[in-house]
């Protein structure tokens, strides 16, 4: 098993989080064996890219402002350049099996990629344990795990507003037009799921090859908050933007955290995106690594978008998985489950699929909660490429 990553800040014992939307360890699974990470920077590019199906393509600026398509037509391959040049943070995560990266002959058949995109004030260490437990079981598979706009690793990446839903699907988009890419697996958690959702949505119909789309703990429209004495993300966002930018201890955090009324799992949890400054060893304190700004902006989004229509009029090849963890942070009312039901029936008349599946023993960090039962279910997704 190899990874590859963009950024240096990160490191083999950096790319596991300990907690909540994330809680893991990777001596917890046994056998593992990380070769040496291989640090690359993607070149620099120009405003305009193309992505582009089959024969067709077209030309997509900035601002996302037009239909896209997962790409199929490859750009031709650029000098690596050793600087960071706007794109998101990411580790690739390949299967002992898989005999590509971007840098190698394209002559070579390209290895299935899933792309896991985590939920809102995550990072890509969130799947980190998780996506190892894949590339293990699925040796030919390749697992791109990326950090959103404003967080983790890409928040020290200035992104242009405004930040959405969409434009953060459509940074995901560039990523993968950019390390030539053929995603058939799409995997969001939160947050991360309607994004999800909002990439298949730009890309145009119909895609290069069947994708499977799983939307881990959400809905494709109006977000439920919990009831009371649940931790509720847009009062956290409010909290945490009253804290000062670097603190002297995370310790300090979790007890302002618990004496707001939130919970210690989400504290602990939260604290994770605080690094320390200055070198290691030095007793200078912390800071955030995200744009707290820009995440509220995204959070409001997430709140707003609505993705209803898309689901229930899905392109041939397109198949969407919503996964309910049992004791969910969010409201599921009888409404989105109807609706998901009968999004299913329809769009097995269509050529696309819906399916609704339930993860028991699970809150809403199904990755950290039940991580084995999360396994299983999404399993099928690759079973078709193991060995």
């Known amino acids: 098993m190899s990874v590859i990553s963009n950024f240096t800040a990160c490191s083999l014992g950096d790319c596991t989080a300990n907690h909540a939307d994330g809680k893991f360890n990777s001596g917890s699974i046994p056998g593992l064996n990380w070769r040496a990470t291989n640090r690359i920077s993607m070149p620099h590019q120009s405003s305009t890219f193309r992505l582009s199906v089959g024969q067709s393509s077209c030309k997509a600026t900035k601002d996302g402002s037009i239909r896209m398509t997962l790409l199929d037509e490859r750009p031709a391959p650029g000098r690596y350049m050793t600087e960071r040049s706007g794109v998101l943070a990411y580790d ?3 299967g002992e099996l898989v005999k590509w990266s971007s840098a190698m002959d394209k002559s070579m058949p390209d290895p299935p990629t ?11 260490k969130n799947w ?3 996506t190892q437990r894949l590339a293990q079981e699925f040796p030919m598979w390749q697992f791109l795990l990326v950090d959103l706009r404003c967080h983790g690793d890409s928040a020290s990446m200035k992104k242009r507003g405004p930040h959405t ?3 953060t699907a459509f940074d995901v988009l560039k990523l993968v037009a950019q390390l030539r890419m053929i995603p058939r ?20 119909k119909p895609l290069a090859r069947p994708v499977k789309a799983w939307v881990l703990d959400a809905t494709p429209g109006k977000v439920r908050a919990g009831g009371d ?32 009324g939130f919970s210690k799992d989400v504290a602990q ?32 989004s997430y709140e707003e978008t609505n993705l209803w229509k898309f689901v229930e009029n899905l392109p041939q090849g397109v198949h969407v998985n919503f996964l309910k963890a049992e004791r969910s942070l969010h409201r599921w009312a009888l409404e989105d489950l109807q609706r998901i039901h009968a999004a299913e029936d ?28 999360l396994f299983r279910i999404l399993s099928s997704s690759f079973q078709g490429f193991k060995t």
């Open 92 to 94: 690739l995560v390949q």
């Open 114 to 124: 899933a792309v896991l995109l985590h939920g809102i004030l995550g990072s890509r």
């Open 128 to 130: 980190g344990t998780f």
């Open 165 to 167: 839903v969409d434009s």
């Open 185 to 204: 697996v799409l995997i969001g958690h939160s947050f991360g799921g309607k994004v999800v959702l909002s990439m298949v949505e730009q890309a145009a």
């Open 229 to 260: 004495g649940e931790d509720h993300p847009a009062e956290l966002i409010s909290f945490l933007s009253k804290l000062p930018k670097e603190v002297s201890s995370k310790r300090e955090v979790v007890n302002a955290l618990l004496q707001g």
């Open 269 to 300: 949890w939260v604290v994770t995106n605080l690094q320390p400054n200055g070198h290691s060893g030095s007793s200078l304190g912390f800071s955030w690594v995200f744009d707290l700004e820009g995440i509220a902006e995204m959070y409001q």
């Open 346 to 373: 329809l769009a097995a008349e269509e050529g696309g699929g819906v399916e609704m599946h339930v993860l028991e023993d699970a809150g809403h960090w199904v990755h950290a909660d039940n991580p084995d039962g």
